[in-house]
C-alpha cells in the first residue's frame, strides 16, 4: 500500500482592532442591530468613495514586523469581483498582486516539554482587505436578511506556503499565529464573533512526489478543534476517494462541525474568475521607512523573545516559559508578580500563576486582568512564603481571603486572622518536649522501630500548634530530640 504524505497550507482573516471599518467611518463595535453600522459606502451607494483607514494600514506592518516579512514600500488595492447579496459593490475591496507584507514566517512547536519539535511555517503574503456582510437566514417568513453591520470591517488576510504536514502541525501554526496577533494588539482573536477564522487547504501525494497533489480548501474554520477533525476527515476522505480509484477535484468544501465531516459547497474558483483589478478610486499605498521606524519602536517584545529571557533571568523551564508566554497579559502579570515577591520566588510565582491562579480564573471564566487578586498581591503573598510566615497551606487560604476581598494584602490577612507561622526555635522546642512527654507510648513504639510513630508526633505537635508551627521545624527537632533519647 501507498504512504500519503499530507500537505497544508492555510489562509487566515484575522479581524484588525480599528474602531472603523478600512474604508469608512463606521463603527466596527460587534454585535449591533443589523444594518445600525452601515453607511453610504457600507451600503454602496452610487457616488461614495472609500478612504483608507490609517490604523488597518499600522496593524499591517505591525504584523509585517512580528513575522519579519517584507513591508512593501507601495501596494496597490484590487477589486474582487463576484456577486453575492452580502456584497453590495458586487466587488470586495483586497490587495493582489502588491500585498502590503511580502514573505515571513512563523516558529511553531509540535509536542510539549523535551518532546517538542520547532518547525519554521513559511508566509507567503498578508494583505488588507474589507470583509462583506451576512446573509441572515433567520425566519423573516421565509425570506433571508441581510446585514451589512460586517461589511467593510478590516481584515488582514495572512498566507502561508504550503508548509504543514499534519492535522497537528497546522492547529500549532494556528495557535500560535492567534497568539501572535492577539500579543501585538491587531486582533481580539475571539473567534466565536469571527475575529479569527481559518481556511485550510489540504492535499495529499504519494511519499516521494514531488508536484503537489489537488487541493480542496476547507472553508471558515472557527475553532481549533474544528481544525484539527476537518483536516482528520478530509485527509482520510482524499486518500479513500484516490485508493478507491477516484480523482480529488478542486473544490471548496464546509465542515458540518454535527456529522464532522467535509461537504462540497462549490467547485473552486481561480483567480482569473474574480477579474481582479487595481481599484481606480484608491491610491496606492506608500509605506515609508519613518513610519516603520516609528512603530519598530513601539512594538512590544515579542512571545518568543520573551520566552528566552523569563528562561535566562528567572531560571524558568522551557515549559513554564512557554506557558507564561502564551499570551500578553499572563506575561505581564507573573512579571509584575515576581517584582513583588523577590527574584528567588520565580518558580513559586510561575507555579502559583499557571496552578492556583489559572484554574480559579477558569472557575469563574474570568481573565487574568480581572483576578481578584492581582500580580501586586500574589507576589506580597508568596514573598510570605518563601520567608517561612506562613506554609503553603496556609497560603492557599490567605489566597481565598484576597480573592474574596476580605483584605488588600497578604500582610492585612495573615495579620487579622493571627495566621503567622511559629518559627521561633524556642517555642517550637518547648512545644515538642511536651509532645514528648504526652505521648510516651508514641515514643516506645517509635524506638521500637515504628517509622509511622514519628509522623504521628508531628502531626500531634502541628494539632497543638493549630497547624501553625513551621512543620520542617518540627519535625527537625523532633529527630533531634528522639536521636537523643535513645
Ligand atoms: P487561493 O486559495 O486564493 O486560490 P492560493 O492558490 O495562493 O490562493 O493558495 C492558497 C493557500 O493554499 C496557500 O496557503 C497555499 O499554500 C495553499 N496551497 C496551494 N496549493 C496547495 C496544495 N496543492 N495543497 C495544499 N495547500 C496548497
Ligand atoms: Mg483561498
Same mark, same amino acid.
Request: charged share 25%; aromatic share 8%.
Given at each position: 500500500?501507498?504512504?500519503?504524505?499530507?500537505?497544508?497550507?492555510?489562509?487566515?482573516?484575522?479581524?484588525?482592532?480599528?474602531?472603523?471599518?478600512?474604508?469608512?467611518?463606521?463603527?466596527?463595535?460587534?454585535?449591533?442591530?443589523?444594518?445600525?453600522?452601515?453607511?453610504?459606502?457600507?451600503?454602496?451607494?452610487?457616488?461614495?468613495?472609500?478612504?483608507?483607514?490609517?490604523?488597518?494600514?499600522? &496593524?499591517?506592518?505591525?504584523?509585517?514586523?512580528?513575522?519579519?516579512?517584507?513591508?512593501?514600500?507601495?501596494?496597490?488595492?484590487?477589486?474582487?469581483?463576484?456577486?453575492?447579496?452580502?456584497?453590495?459593490?458586487?466587488?470586495?475591496?483586497?490587495?493582489?498582486?502588491?500585498?502590503?507584507?511580502?514573505?515571513?514566517?512563523?516558529? /511553531?512547536?509540535?509536542?510539549?516539554?523535551?518532546?517538542?519539535?520547532?518547525?519554521?511555517?513559511?508566509?507567503?503574503?498578508?494583505?488588507?482587505?474589507?470583509?462583506?456582510?451576512?446573509?441572515?437566514?433567520? *425566519?423573516?417568513?421565509?425570506?433571508?436578511?441581510?446585514?451589512?453591520?460586517?461589511?467593510?470591517?478590516?481584515?488582514?488576510?495572512?498566507?502561508?506556503?504550503?508548509?504543514?504536514?499534519?492535522?497537528?502541525?497546522?492547529?500549532?501554526?494556528?495557535?500560535?499565529?492567534?497568539?501572535?496577533? &492577539?500579543?501585538?494588539?491587531?486582533? *481580539?482573536?475571539?473567534?466565536?464573533?469571527?475575529?479569527?477564522?481559518?481556511?485550510?487547504?489540504?492535499?495529499?501525494?504519494?511519499?516521494?512526489?514531488?508536484?503537489?497533489?489537488?487541493?480542496?480548501?476547507?472553508?471558515?474554520?472557527?475553532?481549533?478543534?474544528?481544525?484539527?477533525?476537518?483536516?482528520?476527515?478530509?485527509?482520510?476522505?482524499?486518500?479513500?476517494?484516490?485508493?478507491?480509484?477516484?480523482?480529488?477535484?478542486?473544490?471548496?468544501?464546509?465542515?458540518?462541525?454535527?456529522?464532522?465531516?467535509?461537504?462540497?459547497?462549490?467547485?473552486?474558483?481561480?483567480?482569473? *474568475?474574480?477579474?481582479?483589478?487595481?481599484?481606480?478610486?484608491?491610491?496606492?499605498?506608500?509605506?515609508?521607512?519613518?513610519?516603520?521606524?516609528?512603530?519598530?519602536?513601539?512594538?512590544?517584545?515579542?512571545?518568543?523573545?520573551?520566552?528566552?529571557?523569563?528562561?535566562?533571568?528567572?531560571?524558568?523551564?522551557?515549559?513554564?516559559?512557554?506557558?507564561?508566554?502564551?499570551?500578553?497579559?499572563?506575561?505581564?502579570?507573573?512579571?509584575? &508578580?515576581?517584582?513583588?515577591?523577590?527574584?528567588?520566588?520565580?518558580?513559586?510565582?510561575?507555579?502559583?500563576?499557571?496552578?492556583?491562579?489559572?484554574?480559579?480564573?477558569?472557575?469563574?471564566?474570568?481573565?487574568?486582568?480581572?483576578?481578584?487578586?492581582?500580580?501586586?498581591?500574589?507576589?506580597?503573598?508568596?514573598?510570605?512564603?518563601?520567608?517561612?510566615?506562613?506554609?503553603?497551606?496556609?497560603?492557599?487560604?490567605?489566597?481565598?481571603?484576597?480573592?474574596?476581598?476580605?483584605?488588600?494584602?497578604?500582610?492585612?490577612?495573615?495579620?487579622?486572622?493571627?495566621?503567622?507561622? /511559629?518559627?521561633?526555635?524556642?517555642?517550637?522546642?518547648?512545644?515538642?518536649?511536651?509532645?514528648?512527654?504526652?505521648?510516651?507510648?508514641?515514643?516506645?513504639?517509635?524506638?521500637?522501630?515504628?517509622?509511622?510513630?514519628?509522623?504521628?508526633?508531628?502531626?500531634?505537635?502541628?494539632?497543638?500548634?493549630?497547624?501553625?508551627?513551621?512543620?520542617?521545624?518540627?519535625?527537625?527537632?523532633?529527630?533531634?530530640?528522639?536521636?537523643?533519647?535513645?
Amino acid at each position: 500500500m501507498k504512504k500519503w504524505e499530507i500537505v497544508i497550507g492555510i489562509e487566515t482573516h484575522a479581524r484588525l482592532l480599528t474602531r472603523s471599518k478600512i474604508f469608512s467611518g463606521s463603527s466596527e463595535s460587534f454585535g449591533a442591530k443589523p444594518n445600525a453600522q452601515a453607511n453610504a459606502v457600507d451600503i454602496a451607494l452610487p457616488g461614495v468613495l472609500p478612504v483608507l483607514n490609517e490604523g488597518a494600514v499600522e &496593524c499591517a506592518i505591525k504584523f509585517g514586523l512580528a513575522v519579519e516579512g517584507r513591508i512593501a514600500p507601495r501596494s496597490v488595492f484590487a477589486r474582487k469581483n463576484y456577486f453575492y447579496p452580502d456584497l453590495p459593490k458586487g466587488y470586495q475591496i483586497s490587495q493582489y498582486e502588491l500585498p502590503v507584507v511580502v514573505g515571513g514566517e512563523v516558529a /511553531i512547536s509540535i509536542g510539549e516539554g523535551g518532546d517538542a519539535v520547532e518547525k519554521t511555517i513559511r508566509l507567503t503574503r498578508a494583505h488588507l482587505e474589507e470583509d462583506a456582510g451576512k446573509s441572515l437566514h433567520e *425566519d423573516f417568513n421565509g425570506k433571508s436578511g441581510i446585514d451589512l453591520n460586517r461589511a467593510g470591517t478590516s481584515l488582514l488576510e495572512i498566507v502561508t506556503e504550503p508548509d504543514m504536514r499534519s492535522s497537528a502541525e497546522a492547529v500549532a501554526y494556528a495557535r500560535t499565529l492567534h497568539a501572535l496577533v &492577539c500579543w501585538i494588539g491587531i486582533c *481580539d482573536g475571539n473567534m466565536q464573533e469571527g475575529s479569527f477564522r481559518c481556511d485550510a487547504n489540504v492535499s495529499v501525494r504519494p511519499v516521494g512526489q514531488e508536484t503537489l497533489g489537488t487541493r480542496r480548501e476547507i472553508k471558515n474554520l472557527n475553532s481549533f478543534r474544528f481544525m484539527q477533525q476537518a483536516i482528520d476527515y478530509e485527509v482520510q476522505w482524499q486518500i479513500e476517494t484516490i485508493e478507491g480509484g477516484g480523482r480529488v477535484e478542486q473544490a471548496t468544501v464546509l465542515f458540518d462541525s454535527d456529522t464532522g465531516e467535509t461537504r462540497a459547497m462549490r467547485s473552486k474558483e481561480d483567480a482569473h *474568475d474574480y477579474r481582479y483589478f487595481p481599484d481606480p478610486d484608491l491610491l496606492p499605498l506608500i509605506i515609508r521607512s519613518e513610519w516603520i521606524g516609528g512603530l519598530r519602536a513601539r512594538m512590544p517584545e515579542l512571545p518568543k523573545v520573551r520566552k528566552r529571557r523569563f528562561m535566562k533571568d528567572y531560571g524558568l523551564s522551557d515549559y513554564d516559559a512557554t506557558a507564561l508566554t502564551a499570551a500578553l497579559d499572563v506575561a505581564d502579570y507573573f512579571e509584575r &508578580c515576581v517584582a513583588a515577591a523577590g527574584k528567588n520566588a520565580t518558580k513559586s510565582c510561575a507555579n502559583w500563576v499557571m496552578v492556583d491562579l489559572a484554574a480559579r480564573l477558569n472557575r469563574e471564566y474570568l481573565p487574568i486582568t480581572r483576578a481578584p487578586v492581582g500580580a501586586e498581591q500574589l507576589g506580597g503573598l508568596i514573598a510570605r512564603i518563601v520567608d517561612g510566615t506562613i506554609s503553603n497551606n496556609m497560603a492557599k487560604k490567605v489566597f481565598e481571603a484576597i480573592w474574596s476581598g476580605e483584605g488588600n494584602s497578604a500582610d492585612e490577612i495573615i495579620e487579622k486572622r493571627g495566621l503567622r507561622q /511559629i518559627t521561633d526555635a524556642g517555642t517550637i522546642e518547648t512545644l515538642v518536649d511536651g509532645v514528648l512527654r504526652t505521648n510516651a507510648a508514641m515514643v516506645t513504639e517509635f524506638k521500637l522501630g515504628k517509622e509511622k510513630a514519628f509522623n504521628a508526633l508531628v502531626g500531634q505537635a502541628m494539632r497543638e500548634a493549630k497547624g501553625k508551627a513551621n512543620p520542617k521545624q518540627v519535625s527537625e527537632f523532633l529527630r533531634k530530640r528522639l536521636a537523643d533519647l535513645s
